[in-house]
Structures are given as C-alpha cells and as structure tokens.
C-alpha cells in the first residue's frame, strides 16, 4: 500500500484534531512533501467548518419562542392600533358616549 | 483537542446546579445533531430529555475511560435510534430528507439559500449511516475509536464509511 493510502483514512481525523500525537506527526510528515493529500486536507477543512456553521445554524426552540413573543408582540401592537381607532370614531363633542348602563350577569347596572 | 485531554477532563456533575450547566452546553449541540439527522423539533427535543435524564440516572455508572462528551453524544445517539424504532424506522428516514429541505422552489431560490439550508440539503442527500458519521466527526468532532464506540463498528469500518461519505458530500454541496 503506498503512503498516500495509508494516509487518506486518517486525514478527516487530522482535520477534526482527534489523531494521537504519533498519527499526527505522521501525517504532518507526509502532507510536507504530498501535494494531493495536502490539498484535501485543505478541502477537508472546508468543509469540516461548512458541517459546523450549517449544522450550528439550525434554530433552538427558544429563537422561535422569540420569534413567536415578536408576533404576539406585533398582535398587541395592532389590536391596540385598532383600539385606537376605534375610539377616535366614538369620539363626539369632547367626551366618548359611553353607555354607563352595564348588563352582568342578566342583571343592568347603572354606573352613573 | 485531543482525545486522552478530552478524557482526563472528564467529570459529571453530581450536584443539580451543575448538571443544569451541563445541560446547557450539551442541549443545543444534541438537539442540532437530531434534527440535522431528520428528526422534527418536538422528537429532537424528546430525544434532549430522555438523554439528560439517562445521563442524571446513570452518572454513577460513567467510566472515565471514555470522554464525557463520547458518552453522552453516545446516549443521545441510541435514543434517537431507539425513537426511529417506535416511529418505524422507514417512515422516519424517508421524511427525514423532507423535513431538511428548505421549503422553496429549488433553482428560484438557490442563490439565496444560507450555508444551512445547503449543508441540510446536502446532508439530507446521503445514506443516514454516510449523514451519521459526518456529523460525529466534523459537528461534534470525536475520534475515530470514540465513533466505533457510539456506532457499534470496527474502526476500519468508520474510516472507510467516512471517507465515501465525505466524497458524496463534497459532490453535493459542490453541485449544489
């Protein structure tokens, strides 16, 4: 078996820095004077850190827990834009025509 | 860092205080590894609980032999089985790809996909024991001997699934 194939198994290991110290050196040796395993541990690195920022970018629970408060928050926000306007159109003469007698209960309570 | 550093650090919390530390920096690095495995968040999350909790129960059975990590990524590795056997194992990895893919129309949209959206469709792209020791080895970053551990396979066998597995990848995500 040429150096090469001795070394390609170990290369997705030296990249992730998992390799025994000996191994390590071993391969180090090896990629000075190899420049096709050189390149793929360059290209091993690539995508070793396209692994980790792909799989690191899947959102937790808890940003969308956040991103659910910001759409109950954007709820409030136009329920209260609503409320707004609905008192702007009650609004007659200086003072809201609000009706003081209240029905709780089937029972009708004066609040005047 | 190396694998022996990584073991003679190895310690589990014995107090709550410092498993709810323990939890935190274990939960969303076992959450992310069963969703980019397919699962959907309410199974990565089942698989988060039951995990933490074997590993609470069995702290007094942990052998610092091994990294704590290895052990850890180890049971949360066999409850994500375990769930893929109750939900038939079939069904799951079928809407496993599904469930990685952005949901858009593919070439429209290919410009803007983010490196997860490329990474999770390429990954959705490979056989589940190919997915597999992508992830343990360049997501979670363990050895070789820790991967033979966890997946029950000879080494020669991790490195030789490995390097296809890391070939495929890279024609994905170049093609993609």
Request: aromatic residues 8%.
């Amino acid at each position: 078996m040429d150096k090469c194939a001795q070394m390609q198994p170990l290369l997705p290991f030296y990249v992730n820095e998992t390799l025994s110290s000996g191994a390590r050196t071993a391969v180090d040796m090896h990629i000075r004077s190899c420049k096709d395993c050189f390149t793929e541990v360059l290209d091993l690195q690539k995508l070793a850190i396209m692994v980790k920022v792909g799989v690191e970018g899947i959102s937790l629970p808890e940003a969308k827990e956040n991103e659910q408060s910001g759409e109950e928050l954007a709820r409030v926000m136009i329920g209260l834009l609503f409320l707004g306007i609905s008192i702007g159109l009650h609004y007659r003469d200086g003072q809201f025509p609000i009706d003081t007698k209240v029905s709780v209960l089937g029972r009708t309570i004066n609040l005047k | 860092m190396d694998e022996e550093k990584r073991i003679s650090g190895a310690v589990v919390p014995q107090d709550e205080e410092a498993f709810a530390e323990l939890f935190r920096e274990y939960y969303p690095r076992i959450f992310r590894y069963c969703r980019a495995n397919g699962l959907s968040e309410a199974d990565a999350q089942e698989v988060v609980q039951v995990t933490m909790i074997a590993v609470w129960k069995g702290r007094g059975n942990f052998q610092r032999r091994t990294a704590l990590s290895t052990w850890i990524f180890g049971i949360a590795h066999h409850k994500m089985v375990d769930l893929w056997r109750q939900h038939g194992r079939d069904a799951a990895v079928t809407t496993a790809a599904k469930r990685l893919l952005p949901n858009r129309a593919e070439k429209d949209f290919s410009e803007q996909l983010t490196i997860t959206d490329r990474m999770m469709r390429a990954l959705a792209e490979l056989s589940e024991k190919h997915r597999q020791v992508i992830l343990l080895a360049f997501y979670h970053g363990l050895s070789c001997r820790e991967m033979s551990a966890i997946l029950g396979c000879p080494m020669g066998t991790i490195k030789s699934r490995l390097y296809h597995a890391k070939e495929q990848l890279k024609e994905l995500i170049s093609n993609g």
